[in-house]
């Protein structure tokens, strides 16, 4: 399968950093994540999950300003990018403070 990026270079921008706000303010998170560690079994997961999901919301939101809609291919693009920047996001919520 060809790898093609289809995300505007200004998205991927963006969307980085986004990603370094996130793994900078991971015990924030991770404190959020806490909060409902009686239904949860792994706070660190759970952690994981929010900060992925804010970034994702924000990666929604940079293509509803452009009045556009992220089709199968960019979404995949997203997902490769968190996956190659996982374990800097878990690294940050395992040292964090919270």
């Known amino acids: ?9 200004t998205t991927k921008k963006f969307i ?10 991971a015990a ?3 404190q959020i994540a806490m909060t409902y560690s ?3 079994e792994d706070v660190n997961a759970n952690a994981f999950g929010i ?4 970034i994702y919301s924000g990666f929604l939101q940079a ?3 452009q009045k556009q ?3 199968l291919e960019d979404t995949q693009e ?4 968190i996956k190659t920047r996982a374990a800097q996001i878990k690294r940050s919520i395992l040292d964090a403070k919270a």
Do not use: A, H, R
């Open 28 to 30: 924030s998170y991770k």
């Open 38 to 40: 009686d239904e949860i």
């Open 78 to 81: 997203f997902t490769q990018m």
């Open 1 to 9: 399968m060809e790898n093609l990026f289809v995300i505007p270079s």
């Open 63 to 65: 293509y509803q300003n």
């Open 51 to 54: 900060i992925v999901g804010c």
């Open 16 to 25: 980085d950093s986004l990603i370094d706000y996130y793994i900078s303010e």
């Open 69 to 71: 809609k992220p089709v």
